[in-house]
């Protein structure tokens, strides 16, 4: 799989999580290209809005990125290609 991504799509989410807590966020809908996929492959990530308002570059529909992640598999970044 190819690690850029392309953003096809932006959703703010608040949600209750398990622990009963306010989850606020936001969800991004992303496109890659991929050998063993005929046309693009899809991928949602979520990002909390703390991360969100702390990423280096916060992309617009249509910016092509690379998504980076923390030892916990969590958004630590994201960078523009």
Known sequence: ???VYELV???GVSFTGSDG???EGTNLY???EDDYIDGVGTE???VT???FNS???VPEIGARCRLMYNKYGK????VPV
């Open 1 to 3: 799989m190819n690690d």
């Open 9 to 11: 799509g932006i959703r």
């Open 21 to 23: 807590k306010q989850v």
């Open 30 to 32: 992303l496109t890659y």
């Open 44 to 46: 949602k990530v979520f």
């Open 49 to 51: 809005s703390k991360r």
């Open 55 to 57: 990423l280096s570059f």
């Open 75 to 78: 958004i630590a970044d994201i």
